[in-house]
């Protein structure tokens, strides 16, 4: 184990109480089934945990990745070689605020969410039903669909921030973030472990007849049934990536077992055994593509981590 990986496994012998293992494939923790190794991979069962997780990582200087249900992220086919803190396994618990408001840890998966919400007739998230990420996941990207967000319904957010050699637990402020189409200006050493959001009421017979729409639309359009990532880039302005793709006729497109996908342009998916490098070569001829037709440059939305291209190389 290299890059400080020892150090941190001895540094958490003690007051670490989730699961640590080494060399595990990280295919088995993202939606597009695929990644290499993970150097450590470290699940935290609670706040505590994390916070010991993130102040081993400091003082060992190991490279840090946070995932939470890698629904956004395509990983290297070598994976990643420091710690990999797997958020969506532990730290899921939701508290009511009152009224109108919940306290939801970051590990929370959404669509547990959003079902919770509804089912205590709380209005705001039905439209983000079926994205498959976790809270945290889903506030760093600034989730959306619908034309909703989920910065909209955000008050605050707690976070750790890795500062020097230590860990400082902050509370963000809705005024103090910057909510962008698919993003947030948080700092990128910023861990958010849990998030306050401020609802509506609504009933819930209507809330859940709106959930089962979003879920039926989602069911049409987006193809379910193979593993993805969602939309892999971003809507220019003014026009959908999916519709520009389409038109430039990258439908079907494959690069190995990845497919530009029939059913909605903007997914790619894997056909099985596909690898991150036939992702990334395909999104390149997709760009190219696109570029030479339309003269638009696409951007990611999806994250990327790792080193993409020839297998060794
Ligand atoms: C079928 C399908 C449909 C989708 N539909 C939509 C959609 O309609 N709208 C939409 O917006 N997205 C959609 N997505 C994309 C994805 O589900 C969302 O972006 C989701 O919010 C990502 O959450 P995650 O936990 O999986 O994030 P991950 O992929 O685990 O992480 C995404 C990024 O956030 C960071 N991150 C994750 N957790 C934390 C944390 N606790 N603290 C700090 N940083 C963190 C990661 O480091 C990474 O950079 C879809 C994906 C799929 C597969």
């Known amino acids: 184990m290299g890059m400080g990986l020892a150090e941190v496994r001895g540094k958490l012998r003690?007051?670490?109480?989730?699961?640590?293992?080494?060399?595990?494939?990280?295919?088995?923790?993202?939606?597009?089934?695929?990644?290499?190794?993970?150097?450590?991979?470290?699940?935290?069962?609670?706040?505590?945990?994390l916070a010991c997780l993130l102040e081993a990582v400091i003082a060992s200087e190991a490279r840090l990745l946070v995932l939470g249900r890698g629904s956004n992220t395509?990983?290297?086919?070598?994976?990643?070689?420091?710690?990999?803190?797997?958020?969506?396994?532990?730290?899921?618990?939701?508290?009511?605020?009152?009224?109108?408001?919940?306290?939801?840890?970051?590990?929370?998966?959404?669509?547990?969410?959003?079902?919770?919400?509804?089912?205590?007739?709380m209005a705001g998230l039905e439209e983000l039903s079926g994205i498959p990420g976790s809270v945290g996941g889903a506030v760093r990207m600034n989730a959306g669909a619908m034309g909703s967000e989920i910065g909209q319904k955000i008050e605050s957010v707690e976070v750790m921030r890795l500062c020097g050699d230590r860990v400082e637990r902050k509370c963000v402020k809705r005024g103090e973030i910057g909510f962008a189409y698919r993003g947030t200006d948080l700092d990128d050493r910023d861990v958010i472990y849990g998030a306050r959001l401020k609802l509506a009421r609504e009933s819930k017979k209507a809330l859940e007849a709106r959930r089962k729409e979003v879920l039926r639309w989602r069911r049409k359009n987006q193809p379910l049934k193979q593993p993805s990532a969602g939309s892999v880039f971003r809507n220019p302005p003014g026009i959908s990536a999916g519709e520009l793709i389409e038109r430039c006729g990258c439908k079907g497109m494959r690069v190995g077992e990845a497919m530009v996908s029939e059913k909605h342009a903007n997914f790619i998916v894997n056909l099985g055994g596909a690898r991150a490098g036939d992702v990334y070569a395909l999104i390149e001829r997709v760009k190219a593509e696109i570029s030479r037709r339309e003269g638009i440059e696409l951007v990611e939305e999806i994250r990327i981590i790792g080193e993409m291209g020839e297998e060794g190389g």
Not at 81 to 99: D, N, P, Q
């Open 14 to 49: 003690s007051g670490f109480n989730g699961i640590l293992e080494e060399g595990v494939p990280l295919a088995d923790y993202t939606t597009y089934r695929i990644g290499g190794p993970a150097g450590l991979l470290a699940i935290p069962k609670g706040t505590e945990d």
């Open 74 to 121: 395509l990983v290297s086919d070598r994976g990643f070689e420091g710690v990999v803190a797997v958020l969506s396994r532990g730290l899921g618990r939701i508290t009511r605020k009152g009224e109108d408001e919940v306290y939801v840890e970051s590990g929370c998966d959404l669509n547990s969410l959003v079902k919770w919400t509804i089912e205590l007739g």
